[in-house]
């Protein structure tokens, strides 16, 4: 009476001629990212300035606020991107300047996401009272416009590297709420979600472990961009003056030396480079984790 | 349609009265005496100033108080002194605010008028040249930080090819009148607007090819094609007016963003709109002024959501007959 039913042989063990593998989305994400042309461009283009800033300044052990030579040194063999209107150096400024500039955008875009993400799930998972509620929030936040209000708040509580880095991941989050509420919404309603509740799957365990690891390729995709639009707002106010003066950066290389350009090309330039390079080379990885998440391009 | 538009209006009410809780808030939460922050320039305020800003705010009564005192304050249009430039903040906002208007709508206009029509001629051939050159624009586009666009502008145009102006809003030397003037502001405005507009036209070019060549792949497209009706007709008339959706709820969400880059492009070519008017007030830390600037720009990016919506009920039947 307890034997088990019989096993059509296909499904037995014993024939192993039909494997089913099972690829996790991430890895197979990963694995079409790694074969999309514009993604690889990008992931080169970041990994050489990470090893620029991370390794630059001390391989070229020149103190960025030090006055290394003649102000308006054009570049040449010694300097090689110029020195600027006080004579300090513009390739030691850029090497050290990126430290700050990328953990900036680093650390805010984690913020952006962790509020962004929170935020979303919560009010795409419950909906009702606490949806309608976090909602309203959000759409408050968006009415503010982004830079500014983050300007006003590094001004009235100090420019630190932390309130900037604060402010722009405070003001920021709005659009990754919106797109994680959207996931949640769509999710929530597929089978497996309704099994696992039916299974007794709890609130955090649904929410944390079924339904945001689904959601996750998107947001990845809006993570790249929020270092982007980061690294952006951080030369913003660099620029305007709202920067840590004892922390060079590219965005306050730039605004110290503005008045000058006409004079000097190189010394707004360079910064400016810089902060384009790092910007455009995230966005490609961006791009290329976005065709590689697009199912319409896969079949290609 | 119209109880719609009447919702809207009362939620951006409650919404701009939130933006004023929000400025009293952090006038509280900045560090330091409240009187100091709403004076402005930390330190530099007199004792008899402070003593009179305590006076006028109720500075020592309950916080709701103080609150019910500000948002009344708010109410009738006053935004505080500005200390350093001894004026009221709401005149001069409003000094301002004419400038920064016309630097954000022709931008936005060019932006908009370029970038779709970009999008469209991309999304008729997707593997074309053109299709690579908007990829590569718009992605270039978005990752120039704004006051560096700017910058490289007024390198080029300083004196490689001097045609335009890399400053101010208007001959200061020689003054002119008339329709003299409104030229020469134009002339003026061509690379401050062109700055900011070279970001965004990236992101509507590649929205609207986006939604082109989804739009030129519907149904309706094919039966306009079988019914004869030239390529031009198609595209321009069938597939661009669908396609143009997108691009209008875009022109809604982004009005704040731009907004915020004209102050770095107001501050490269030293137009004098409110966002010169926001890099004066950070440097001299003139915090009356800055949260005036701070709810008013909100005000506009309300206005602008309303409007949006207004056009999308115009330009879209499916939401304009819906009830």
């Not at chain 2, 900045?30 to 008899?48: F, K, L, W, Y």
């Not at chain 2, 502001?185 to 509507?204: D, K, R, S």
Request: charge should be positive.
């Amino acid at each position: 009476m307890n034997t088990a039913p019989p096993v059509p042989p296909a499904l037995t063990p014993a024939n192993e001629t039909v494997a089913i593998v099972r690829i996790s989305p991430l890895r197979e994400t990963f694995r079409l990212f790694v074969q999309n042309p514009t993604g690889m461009i990008g992931a080169c283009l970041f990994g050489m300035i990470l090893l620029l800033t991370l390794f630059g300044p001390t391989l070229y052990e020149i103190d960025p606020f030090d006055i290394a030579g003649a102000p308006f040194t054009s570049p040449d063999a010694e300097y090689w991107f110029g020195t600027d209107y006080l004579g300090r150096d513009i390739l030691a400024g850029i090497l050290v300047g990126g430290r700050a500039t990328l953990t900036v955008g680093a650390v805010a875009a984690i913020i952006t996401l962790a509020i962004g993400i929170a935020m979303g799930s919560l009010s795409g998972f419950f909906g009702g009272m606490l949806d309608t509620t976090l909602m309203k929030i959000t759409e408050f936040f968006q009415v503010l416009p982004t830079l500014l209000f983050a300007m006003v708040l590094v001004t009235l509580f100090g420019a630190s590297l932390q309130t900037i880095t604060l402010a722009i991941g405070v003001v920021s989050w709005t659009g990754v709420a919106r797109l994680t509420r959207a996931e949640f919404l769509r999710i929530r309603e597929l089978d497996y979600v309704k099994a696992a509740t039916a299974a007794g799957a709890g609130s955090s365990y649904t929410i944390l472990r079924v339904i945001l690891p689904n959601a996750l390729p998107p947001i990845i995709v809006a993570a790249a961009f929020a270092i982007g639009i980061s690294i952006l707002f951080e030369g913003g106010m660099s620029f305007l003056g709202l920067g840590d003066p004892n922390v060079m950066s590219w965005g306050m290389m730039i605004g110290q030396n503005r008045n000058y350009a006409l004079d000097a090309w190189w010394v707004v330039v360079m910064p400016g480079a810089a902060i384009f390079l790092a910007v455009l080379s995230i966005s490609l990885i961006g791009d290329g984790i976005n065709d590689a998440l697009n199912p319409r391009l896969r079949k290609r | 349609m119209i109880t719609d538009i009447l919702v809207k209006i009362a939620n951006a009410a409650l919404l701009l009265l939130a933006v004023v809780v929000l400025n009293f808030c952090l006038i509280h939460a900045a560090p330091g005496d409240p009187a100091q922050v709403i004076a402005g320039e930390m330190g530099g305020a007199s004792q008899e100033v402070l003593d009179q800003i305590r006076r006028l705010y109720d500075l020592d009564k309950p916080m709701l108080h103080q609150l019910a005192i500000y948002i009344g304050k708010v109410l009738q249009g006053d935004f505080g002194h500005s200390f350093y430039f001894n004026e009221s903040v709401t005149k001069l906002i409003l000094q301002r605010l004419p400038a920064t208007v016309i630097l954000v709508l022709a931008a936005l206009s060019l932006a908009v008028l370029a970038g779709t029509f970009l999008g469209v001629l991309s999304a008729r051939k997707p593997n074309g040249l053109l299709n690579h050159f908007v990829t590569f624009f718009s992605l270039a586009g978005y990752a120039a930080p704004v006051f560096w666009t700017g910058l490289m502008l007024i390198l080029l145009f300083a004196s490689a090819i001097p045609l335009f102006p890399i400053s101010g809003m208007a001959d200061v030397a020689r003054p002119k009148q008339g329709a003299a003037y409104i030229l020469d502001v134009l002339h003026h405005l061509v690379l401050p607007a062109l700055t900011l507009a070279i970001v965004y036209m990236a992101q509507y070019s590649r929205l609207s090819r986006t939604s082109m060549i989804d739009a030129l792949r519907a149904d309706y497209i094919r039966t306009a094609r079988a019914k004869g009706l030239s390529e031009r007709t198609v595209v321009f008339k069938h597939a661009l007016r669908n396609a143009l959706i997108p691009v209008v709820t875009m022109v809604g969400l982004q009005f704040g963003h731009l907004f915020a880059g004209a102050v770095l492009v107001e501050t490269v070519f030293g137009w004098p709109g409110l966002g010169r008017l926001v890099f004066e007030s950070i440097l001299r830390r003139d915090y009356p002024t800055l949260l005036g600037v701070l709810f008013f720009s909100a005000l506009l990016v309300m206005l602008a959501n309303i409007a949006t919506d207004i056009a999308y009920r115009l330009v879209d039947p499916r939401i304009r007959l819906r009830r």
